[in-house]
């Protein structure tokens, strides 16, 4: 049985992962830090670890790529989206008003992942003005922060599996500030998978660094994918940390190894004196909602 770390029990990662294995038999080992996330992995303790890496509102996660590109050296194995659904979490009964509405001015202190709290300024803003923000290590762990502090007029932001799983209230459903909120997650570990959904799409992501002493390299690299009519669906620089001023670029290019192709412009481009180092090439799944889902 392959066993899969992650973020803790009732994130989204936790959301994601059982969307994305489905009924496939596998064991969750569940982490309170990313890093440890990543090293369960790296250090061969678990098989693969399922590591969010873009949202729809807050871009990508600096902190999780960085692990990808100077921490470890783990490829990725399957891409996937999943929806990030934030939900207000708390006691009811905490908040009742004399005619048993629910009165959010009562509200002192709102607890959730600063990834996830970013995601719901509007509703915080509108809601709760007055309340403390403070954040946790994740949706969780904010969840059970307010389990084991009643009586303060603390809420979670975080999923309903993860209201369920510390037996709280979901107060509030979707407080994103918007709907189409998608997570894009990565299955990392050193052994390939079969396909778990149908209708993969093949994507390589790959690492290229320019010479530092060869005006209009990145045109030129960005020449040997167009030439070739290959697709680009993603291209964000970051720093090397090794040099003010040096960056990396990372490219998501939609299309696979297997072929003849990328191979020729990836060495093309290390022709021009950059170096490129191969993320992984897999398949990436889009999502597709239950038939039950509104």
């Not at 001015?105 to 992942?113: A, E, L, M, P, R």
């Not at 603390?154 to 209201?163: F, P």
């Not at 192709?261 to 021009?272: D, F, G």
């Amino acid at each position: 049985m392959k066993r899969i770390a992650l973020l803790p029990d009732g994130t989204v990662s936790h959301e994601a992962a059982l969307y994305l294995f489905g009924d496939e038999a596998v064991e969750l080992v569940h982490y309170k830090q990313i890093s440890d996330v990543f090293l369960s992995t790296a250090n061969g303790n678990t098989d693969y670890s399922v590591i969010p890496i873009e949202n729809t509102i807050e871009g990508s996660v600096s902190l999780h790529m960085d692990w990808l590109v100077h921490e470890v050296d783990i490829p990725m194995q399957v891409e996937w989206v999943y929806p990030s659904i934030q939900n207000l979490i708390g006691r009811r009964q905490e908040l009742l008003s004399p005619d048993g509405k629910l009165d959010l001015s009562k509200v002192t202190k709102v607890i959730s992942h600063p990834v996830a709290m970013a995601q719901c300024q509007q509703f915080i803003r509108l809601h709760m003005p007055k309340a403390e923000l403070e954040n946790a290590p994740s949706t969780s762990e904010a969840i059970e922060t307010v389990k084991n502090n009643p009586d303060k007029g603390w809420l979670a932001i975080g999923t309903i599996l993860g209201a369920k799983r510390h037996g709280l209230d979901v107060l509030a459903e979707k407080v994103t500030d918007h709907d189409n909120n998608y997570t894009r997650f990565v299955l990392i570990g050193p052994a390939k998978l079969g396909e778990l959904k149908p209708l993969g799409e093949d994507k390589t992501s790959i690492l290229v660094t320019l010479p530092s002493d060869f005006p209009g390299a990145l045109h030129q690299v960005l020449s040997a994918f167009s030439w070739r009519k290959l697709n680009l669906s993603r291209i964000e620089s970051r720093p090397t940390k090794k040099k003010l001023g040096n960056y990396y670029f990372y490219i998501d290019v939609l299309h696979n190894l297997d072929s003849v192709l990328l191979p020729a412009a990836i060495a093309e481009i290390e022709a021009l004196g950059c170096q490129v180092r191969i993320l992984g090439s897999y398949l990436s799944y889009s999502y597709e909602p239950k038939m039950t889902e509104v």
